[in-house]
């Protein structure tokens, strides 16, 4: 998912309307900002008694927000703000998935176990980067071209170029947050949080 966003995202701001170099630039600084408003605020924060459950709504949080106003968005300030609360609880996401990971994981196994999750995890970066790029090309831009001037879709996402994009985020936010969903009803999951207490 974050890689078809990845793929995503420099092309709808580049070509929506008011969209530019300047604009992509001023949203991923507003993005690099937020991260590292982000990181601060994880390092100050305490513990929490649900590690998972901060994981999860983190997650549901930043999925929610960002890709629907990145969709439904139609100005560089919305994108700000979409990327601002996009990136704002990421890395206390990160922190409590790595808390979990090393009170999990003893020590002597932990560069094996983190060779692997990293091999699991960075080998679909490619394909999404691939998918992305295709849907917008291939499937979400054409549609969005064959759209007469008063239909539904062209009214929630506009017409021209970076339409298509848009379309495809908004298909990504709930693709994300029923991944999100899915995984946040697995027992085996919840079970981190009290085995990392014991």
């Known amino acids: 998912m974050a890689s078809i966003y ?65 969709a439904f968005g139609r100005t560089p300030l919305i994108w700000c703000i979409g990327g601002f609360l996009g990136w704002i609880s990421i890395p206390l996401m990160n922190a409590n998935l790595d808390a979990i990971m090393r009170l999990q994981v003893p020590e002597q196994m932990q560069g094996r176990v983190y060779s692997v999750r990293n091999s699991l995890q960075f080998f679909t970066i490619p394909l999404g980067y691939f998918l992305g790029g295709f849907l917008v090309d291939q499937v979400f831009e054409p549609l969005m071209a064959a759209q007469g001037e008063g239909s ?47």
């Open 152 to 198: 539904a879709l062209v009214g929630l996402f506009g017409s021209g170029k970076g339409s298509g994009a848009a379309l495809l985020f908004f298909v990504i936010a709930f693709a994300g947050i029923g991944v999100c969903l899915y995984f946040r009803r697995s027992r085996y999951i919840w079970e981190l949080d009290t085995v990392s207490e014991t």
């Open 6 to 70: 990845n793929a995503a995202f420099p092309a709808m701001l580049l070509s929506r309307n008011g969209g530019s170099e300047k604009v992509l630039g001023l949203v991923n600084a507003v993005i690099g900002a937020s991260t590292l408003a982000g990181s601060i605020l994880a390092s100050f924060a305490k513990a929490p008694k649900s590690r998972v459950r901060v994981i999860c709504n983190c997650l549901l949080f930043s999925m929610s927000f960002e890709n629907f106003l990145l």
